[in-house]
């Protein structure tokens, strides 16, 4: 049963959608200069980290400069495929103008063919966010991840499959349009989809050429430390990546919506949807940008095509709004959020598994989030911080004794959320997820 | 030199090709040097002087990517500004036989003009301009004109004065001519080098004219003083329209039409927003036109029988993202306009405000 969503008035949808449009607008008119710096400088770190993370590699006999070298390379296609491609693809620097960061013709540092990405991607994932039999990121094709999906007894190896998902992340994204269960179903052909599979060939061969026989060929004598290495790279960005993208829309309390509810649509429907739609995830400033700014998955969804450095500053508004129009927003750390994803994952390995989700009255709860803790949290939003960096987790008038003393922080970045913590009771739960309320 | 081409050769082999893949050597190389990109053209400006108070000439030492040009072609320019690479063409002024690949920019600014007036005054020896391949027809033909008369207007004077240049180098024997028009003497473009050639090539004769100082428009008397009987002899002209149909009409009054080689140049014209605008969409792909109606690119692409590729349509999934060669469009929910050449375009949220021509 689908988390029941915040009931907003067609005025209020609006009346959000043109506010949404209005900070659109004045963000994308305010790019330029700082925006090129910033994307150019994590090229430049990127590329340095390849280069250096390959170089120990050839000396990878010594196991510092293997580990070092694993992690340099790590970091590499971490920021390659996240902070770069994935946001060069999505057309977040189009507007430079420059073929380089061209979001047509950029390719990144992983299986997947990027033309194939854009359309799974960009068009039908960012489209149709999160409705069911639409959104083929709704578990792949793979795994069950909605108890809207019908239960089959190849569920049952849910978390298993999800383990190998995760430790070859890239191979799955590279297989995600041969919508291999449709083949499985009988509903097409293998043969409909050899075109695709020659292409996703063509690319993956001299990616799997370059790190398991070229670079180790080079290295002579030292070939397997330099095949392990780039494997373990790999591999550490396969599990990131996935920890990453499974936290942007299955945490528990995102919504997920009918092909009917998402029928005729308005812009404001639309942004709506990708608000409650999506799940964000706190952290200090190094670990968004290696999340490539999917950390902030609400804005990014909101607008795909904004620099995702900016979504931190975005943020502030985005989170303001959801206040004043009784919208949840889904946050919380990294272990929470992924937590409750390997909850669903258990969960659904089993038939039904609705059964942590509410009971429709809860909805009713959603429309306002109580004034005396947003007034308290925003105040020091705005004064607390000029907008540039996200930074802790945790509002200091809220942080508990507790908690580690160390997270306590200047600014408010990311405190809404953190009402649905266990200090806070019943009431911040409803910020967060309507589905808790009744529960 | 021999080292400089092995390393070249090297750098640009399958092997490296797969080890620096997917994103290529110059993305590499770039991070050293800009203009050591083996495969896009760059140029590192290494000089910048002022003729006159509107202009800036600036010398550039283009990589090895760039394929050189023939005298009175043009090529795109890029420069960044404000994080945005901005293009625009320009003729070379110097000679095609330039030393070691020199190549002579000069640049006039419109009061309005975000490019001309930041290649004026924020551009300085050490900056780096992105080259587009010379085009265009405006060239000499290979058997050089035993008599030929250069005729330039303003800013047109750059590749007129390239052919001149050229001509020099080569120790061409024919009679040249060169005569340009200015507003004022100040705003001369030239005047001092021309003059020069002049006084070393007895084969040359100029003339420098101030249109809003006393001196005459061009009429076929100054013209036949100045280059004596024009029935033999060619014409290249680069200058404003009018320019352009003055020099036409005295070539017709001696039978000459076909001797006559044009260029012009004219500011974009930009339609006001609002209103849908007239004129004619074209699709260069599918050899098909229509006339612009109502709705955006994507839908009037569509209704003129084309299958475009699309997403969303509502300008995020940039899907239908397409190049567009010429023409104004402008993006409906931003209201920002495109109206460089070359330029990709979203077609579901962009709207014409003029001839159009889109690569589908």
């Known amino acids: 049963m689908p988390t029941p969503h915040p009931q907003l008035t067609d005025d209020q949808i609006e009346g959000l959608g043109r506010e949404l449009d209005e900070l659109r607008n004045r963000v994308l008119g305010d790019l330029g200069e700082r925006d090129a710096a910033y994307i150019r400088r994590v090229i430049k770190t990127q590329r340095g980290l390849e280069i250096a993370g390959r170089g120990l590699l050839f000396a990878g006999f010594l196991p510092p400069a293997w580990i070092g070298g694993v992690t340099a390379l790590s970091l590499s296609k971490i920021l390659d495929n996240m902070e770069i491609g994935h946001n060069v693809m999505h057309g977040q620097y189009d507007w430079m103008k420059d073929p380089a960061l061209d979001s047509k013709r950029f390719?990144?540092?992983?299986?997947?063919?990027?033309?194939?990405?854009?359309?799974?991607?960009?068009?039908?994932?960012?489209?149709?966010?999160?409705?069911?039999?639409?959104?083929?990121?709704?578990?792949?094709?793979?795994?069950?991840?909605?108890?809207?999906?019908?239960?089959?007894?190849?569920?049952?190896?849910?978390?298993?499959?999800?383990?190998?998902?995760?430790?070859?992340?890239?191979?799955?994204?590279?297989?995600?349009?041969?919508?291999?269960?449709?083949?499985?179903?009988?509903?097409?052909?293998?043969?409909?989809?050899?075109?695709?599979?020659?292409?996703?060939?063509?690319?993956?061969?001299?990616?799997?050429?370059?790190?398991?026989?070229?670079?180790?060929?080079?290295?002579?004598?030292?070939?397997?430390?330099?095949?392990?290495?780039?494997?373990?790279?790999?591999?550490?960005?396969?599990?990131?990546?996935?920890?990453?993208?499974?936290?942007?829309?299955?945490?528990?309390?995102?919504?997920?919506?009918?092909?009917?509810?998402?029928?005729?649509?308005?812009?404001?429907?639309?942004?709506?949807?990708?608000?409650?739609?999506?799940?964000?995830?706190?952290?200090?400033?190094?670990?968004?940008?290696?999340?490539?700014?999917?950390?902030?998955?609400?804005?990014?969804?909101?607008?795909?095509?904004?620099?995702?450095?900016?979504?931190?500053?975005?943020?502030?508004?985005?989170?303001?709004?959801?206040?004043?129009?009784?919208?949840?927003?889904?946050?919380?750390?990294?272990?929470?959020?992924?937590?409750?994803?390997?909850?669903?994952?258990?969960?659904?390995?089993?038939?039904?598994?609705?059964?942590?989700?509410?009971?429709?009255?809860?909805a009713a709860a959603v429309r306002k989030v109580p004034r005396a803790l947003t007034a308290n949290t925003f105040s020091q939003t705005s004064s607390g911080v000029s907008g540039a960096v996200v930074v802790d987790p945790m509002p200091a008038t809220l942080i508990s004794a507790s908690r580690s003393p160390g997270s306590a922080s200047r600014t408010a970045s990311s405190s809404v959320e953190r009402r649905g913590g266990p200090r806070l009771g019943p009431s911040g739960r409803e910020a967060r997820s309507p589905g808790l309320v009744g529960a | 030199m021999l080292v400089a081409t092995a390393t070249r050769r090297f750098l640009a082999s399958p092997l490296v090709d797969l080890l620096v893949g997917p994103h290529g050597i110059d993305r590499y190389l770039e991070l050293i040097r800009p203009d050591l990109a083996l495969r896009e053209a760059r140029a590192e400006v290494t000089g910048v002087r002022h003729q006159t108070d509107r202009s800036v000439t600036l010398t550039l030492r283009p990589n090895q990517a760039w394929g050189g040009f023939s005298a009175g072609q043009f090529a795109a320019v890029g420069v960044e500004i404000g994080g945005v690479r901005r293009t625009r063409t320009y003729s070379p002024a110097s000679s095609e036989h330039g030393r070691r690949g020199a190549v002579e920019l000069t640049v006039t600014s419109r009061p309005d003009g975000v490019v001309s007036n930041h290649l004026r005054s924020r551009i300085a020896p050490g900056s780096i301009l992105h080259l587009g391949p010379a085009r265009g027809e405006f060239v000499l033909p290979a058997a050089r004109p035993q008599k030929l008369v250069l005729i330039s207007g303003g800013s047109g004077v750059t590749p007129v004065l390239s052919m001149l240049r050229t001509l020099c180098d080569e120790e061409h024997p024919g009679e040249v001519t060169f005569v340009h028009y200015s507003r004022t003497r100040a705003d001369a473009l030239y005047r001092a080098e021309v003059e020069a050639l002049a006084t070393a090539h007895p084969n040359l004769r100029c003339a420098f004219v101030a249109t809003r100082e006393g001196g005459g428009r061009l009429d076929a008397d100054v013209l036949a003083a100045l280059a004596g009987d024009l029935d033999e002899a060619h014409a290249a002209v680069c200058g404003p329209p009018a320019l352009i149909d003055g020099v036409r009409a005295i070539w017709d009054g001696v039978g000459g039409a076909d001797r006559v080689l044009a260029e012009t140049f004219a500011p974009p014209a930009l339609t006001p927003t609002g209103a849908t605008a007239s004129g004619t969409l074209r699709f260069l792909r599918s050899d098909h036109e229509a006339a612009i109606g109502a709705g955006t690119l994507l839908e009037q692409a569509e209704a003129a029988g084309l299958s475009p590729e699309f997403g969303c349509r509502m300008g995020i999934c940039h899907t239908c993202t397409c190049r567009k060669s010429t023409g104004t469009v402008r993006n409906v929910l931003s209201g920002e306009i495109s109206a460089e050449e070359d330029e990709d375009v979203q077609l579901c949220i962009s709207v014409p405000a003029g001839d159009v021509a889109l690569e589908l």
Not at chain 1, 346 to 357: I, K, N
Request: glycine letters at 10%.
């Open chain 1, 107 to 362: 390719e990144w540092d992983t299986a997947c063919p990027s033309d194939q990405w854009r359309y799974s991607h960009n068009y039908m994932h960012h489209t149709y966010t999160n409705v069911l039999g639409k959104d083929r990121d709704i578990g792949y094709g793979i795994l069950r991840m909605s108890a809207g999906q019908p239960w089959r007894p190849r569920d049952l190896g849910n978390p298993i499959s999800a383990t190998l998902m995760a430790a070859l992340f890239q191979w799955g994204i590279a297989a995600h349009d041969l919508e291999v269960e449709r083949i499985e179903a009988g509903e097409i052909a293998f043969a409909d989809k050899r075109e695709m599979l020659a292409s996703i060939w063509r690319k993956a061969r001299r990616q799997v050429l370059k790190d398991y026989v070229a670079f180790p060929l080079l290295a002579g004598p030292g070939a397997p430390f330099v095949l392990s290495g780039n494997a373990a790279a790999n591999l550490s960005r396969n599990l990131w990546s996935f920890m990453i993208i499974f936290c942007g829309h299955f945490p528990e309390g995102t919504h997920e919506f009918t092909e009917e509810e998402a029928e005729n649509e308005t812009r404001g429907g639309w942004y709506l949807r990708q608000m409650i739609g999506s799940a964000n995830l706190t952290g200090g400033r190094l670990f968004h940008i290696l999340s490539g700014n999917l950390s902030h998955q609400i804005e990014h969804h909101v607008f795909p095509d904004i620099p995702a450095h900016r979504y931190a500053e975005i943020a502030v508004e985005v989170r303001e709004m959801c206040e004043r129009y009784g919208v949840p927003y889904n946050s919380g750390p990294l272990h929470r959020q992924f937590g409750s994803v390997i909850k669903k994952i258990v969960r659904l390995a089993l038939p039904g598994g609705a059964s942590g989700e509410p009971p429709p009255a809860a």
